[in-house]
């Protein structure tokens, strides 16, 4: 493999809590080992127009704390062409970039891989997305930190809640996962938790919730994924349940894309620096085509073919807990 003096870096896909302090350790590990780092705007969108900016170990200070990525991100259809492709590569080869760590999602490593086996380019991946759904990670970068958003917004939503004996549903983020709603709701304390892994259907939510009221409990609170297949969205669940149980005063609250920002965990900008250096080093090492992942407190690294097809497997041991706690 011909010997790497520059290492480009970019985000991609939906932004993530993190993502700026995994470019900033790509950065400052480049420096270490005293090769050049360029930053790729807008992800394989300004890949395309060329659109680069040489960084080095002090243009990268002062942002482990922040939200974002101030590299920009954006998902672009003709990246999806070999004609883009090809433009890429033409200004990655203008600006002597010979190896690319992309920090983004599934979507954005099946660019990546393509991109390898079309020109033979050296890529390595670090997962950047909130929803934690790519296989080869306990963790993707920005998950911890959206828990710990959704948590300390359930609690606030929990005071109103108790405050007028109502019922909320609160829909959060997750794409198709269910793992920011299980695990913030039980972390939150819900009564009830619908995910699409697990479709509860209707029946049993009523009976979930008349079983809460018969309890003694005067308040309750449902997270939905937004990937949720009990076929009803937020709204519809609610005049659901106010029709059948008329005893429930309903309310709903979207979390939506506040779930994407703030500045990230320490668990999150731990996990950033870590990935940052495993995915510089394994280029240096000759490696490519893989995704840098967290196994059991190990960094370890997954052929990128097999972060993409894998599927993230939901926690069956936290569902029983979650059913447990809301005895
Ligand atoms: O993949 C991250 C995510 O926030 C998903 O949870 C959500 O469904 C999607 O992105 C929203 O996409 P956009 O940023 O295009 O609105």
């Given at each position: 493999m011909k010997e790497i003096k520059k290492i480009g870096v970019m985000t991609s896909?939906?932004?993530s809590p993190g993502m700026n302090a995994a470019i900033r350790s790509v950065v400052r590990t480049c420096a270490f080992y005293k090769i050049e780092c360029a930053g790729i705007y807008r992800g394989y969108e300004g890949m395309i127009e060329g659109d680069f900016i040489d960084l080095n170990a002090r243009s990268v200070k002062g942002i482990i704390n922040k939200g974002g990525t101030f590299l920009k991100s954006a998902r672009s259809k003709a990246f999806r062409t070999k004609e883009g492709r090809q433009a890429a590569y033409n200004q990655?080869?203008?600006a002597n970039i010979d190896a690319l760590v992309v920090i983004g999602g599934d979507g954005s490593f099946t660019g990546g891989l393509v991109f390898n086996q079309e020109f033979n380019f050296p890529v390595m991946g670090i997962?950047?997305?909130i929803d934690n759904d790519i296989a080869g990670t306990s963790h993707t970068l920005g998950y911890d930190t959206t828990l710990n958003t959704v948590?300390?917004?359930i609690d606030k939503i929990r005071d109103t809640a108790s405050s007028h004996n109502r019922l909320f549903f609160v829909e959060v983020m997750g794409r198709d996962v269910g793992h920011i709603a299980l695990n913030a709701g039980v972390g939150a304390g819900a009564e009830e938790i619908l995910i699409p892994e697990e479709d509860l259907g209707l029946e049993r939510l009523l009976e979930s919730l008349r079983r809460s009221k018969e309890s003694g409990k005067s308040s309750s609170i449902v997270i939905v994924a937004e990937g949720d297949k009990t076929g009803k969205n937020v709204f519809e669940l609610k005049d659901y349940v106010e029709e059948h149980l008329p005893e429930y005063e309903v309310r709903v609250s979207v979390l939506g894309h506040m779930q994407r920002g703030g500045s990230?965990?320490?668990f999150d900008r731990v996990l950033a620096?870590?990935?940052g250096v495993k995915a510089v080093e394994s280029l240096l090492d000759g490696k490519s085509n893989l995704m840098v992942g967290l196994m059991n407190d190990k960094i370890t690294v997954?052929?990128?073919e097999r972060a993409i097809k894998g599927q993230s497997k939901i926690n069956k041991e936290l569902i029983r807990v979650s059913?447990?706690?809301s005895v």
């Open positions: 896909g939906g932004d990655l080869k203008k997962p950047g997305t948590v300390d917004v990230p965990s320490c620096s870590r990935m997954t052929p990128l059913d447990i706690m």
